[in-house]
């Protein structure tokens, strides 16, 4: 286990920008609307129905809101890696296999009550302000597990960008089970990028995803609860750029739900969830409808094509406590 300060950091600029940006949707104003810069949190987030009331609108917005501005999206255009990444924790793929100290990848509340572990890949990390703001309305401690490209699923994975097996993936996971079962948080929520990610030789099909998160899922301690989280849409081209070269006719943008959604492997985590008596979380609601549109709330949703913006991921933080309440209601 890892010794030292792991009391949760607390990142002020990224929190601060965070909340200016979906304070608007956070104190019920519609989309589009500049409402007052308030930085509090909303007491208990965004509710379901407003968020789901916000997805449908947006299935038919046609022009770009004013909250959305040219700045904006050129700051997450290419899958600018500071709109999705925690600060300070983002760990190098290609070195590391462990962390010698858990205390920048630990935010949430500084006088806790119950841990929330984290674990995935750039898909679980770019989550960082839901559980951020979660975290400080329940007073929990949050800690982050996560590598780029190395998954929840307990799989050999590929590094993709040197062409080779993700060696350092497999110390990894081995580690994170250890310092799981050593600190014994409450919850541990699994979620990552669902793709090619086990390399061109090895195909990765729903049933192998499925034994690779029931695995996961087995050498959990049977005292942690355990929440199996979907990922998100994927969508087919940048989502800010598209925004920004058709800002009168934004619908051009949206990726169709039967597209973007990937149900085999959300069905495929649903049943290993199931399978090992635990939480399976479908996130889709909150992106889609018939379509999935690049802009609800009068936020950019997407960073590039791979991540969610931190702004949506704030908006989305009431959505997730809702969500997660059964898990947290066993706990405490």
């Known amino acids: 286990m890892l010794t030292g300060d792991l009391r949760p950091r607390h990142f002020v600029a990224i929190a601060l920008i965070v909340l200016l940006s979906v304070v608007g949707a956070a104190c019920g104003a519609s989309a589009g609307t500049q409402t007052s810069t308030s930085t509090q949190a ?3 987030g965004v509710p379901l129905a407003q968020v789901l009331a916000a997805v449908k609108s947006a299935e038919t917005t046609t022009r770009l809101p004013s909250t959305i501005t040219p700045s904006v999206l050129e700051g997450l255009a290419n899958d600018a890696t500071s709109a999705w990444t925690i600060p300070g924790c983002d760990p190098d793929p290609d070195t590391t296999t462990s962390l010698t100290s858990l205390a920048p990848c630990t935010f949430g509340a500084i006088h806790y009550t119950h841990t929330l572990m984290v674990i995935g890949d750039s898909h679980a990390s770019m989550w960082y302000p839901t559980f951020q703001l979660m975290a400080k309305r329940i007073g929990w401690r949050v800690i982050d597990l996560t590598l780029n490209n190395c998954g929840p699923a307990s799989l050999h994975y590929y590094f993709w960008s040197e062409s080779r097996e993700f060696s350092q993936c497999d110390a990894w996971q081995t580690w994170r089970m250890k310092e799981i079962n050593t600190i014994r948080p409450s919850i ?3 979620t990552g990028w669902i ?6 030789k090895v195909p990765l099909t729903p049933a192998v995803w499925e034994k690779g998160i029931e695995k996961t899922i087995h050498e959990i301690h049977s005292g942690i609860r355990v929440v199996v989280l979907a990922d998100m849409p994927h969508i087919s081209t940048s989502g800010p750029e598209c925004l920004a070269r058709y800002p009168d006719d934004i619908q051009r943008c949206s990726t169709t739900a039967a597209d973007a959604v990937q149900s ?3 069905q495929a985590e649903a049943k290993a969830a199931a399978a090992t008596g635990t939480s399976y979380v479908d996130v889709t609601p909150w992106f889609c409808g018939r379509v999935c549109p690049d802009e609800i709330a009068g936020i950019d949703v997407y960073v590039g094509v791979y991540h ?7 908006y989305l933080s009431g959505v997730m406590q809702t969500a997660l309440a059964p898990e947290i209601t066993k706990v405490t």
Do not use: E, M, R
Request: hydrophobic share 45%; glycine share 14%; no cysteine.
């Open 308 to 314: 969610i913006n931190h702004a949506f991921a704030a």
């Open 264 to 266: 085999a492997y959300n």
């Open 195 to 200: 793709g090619g990610n086990t390399g061109p």
């Open 42 to 44: 909303p007491a208990s």
């Open 188 to 190: 541990v929520v699994l």
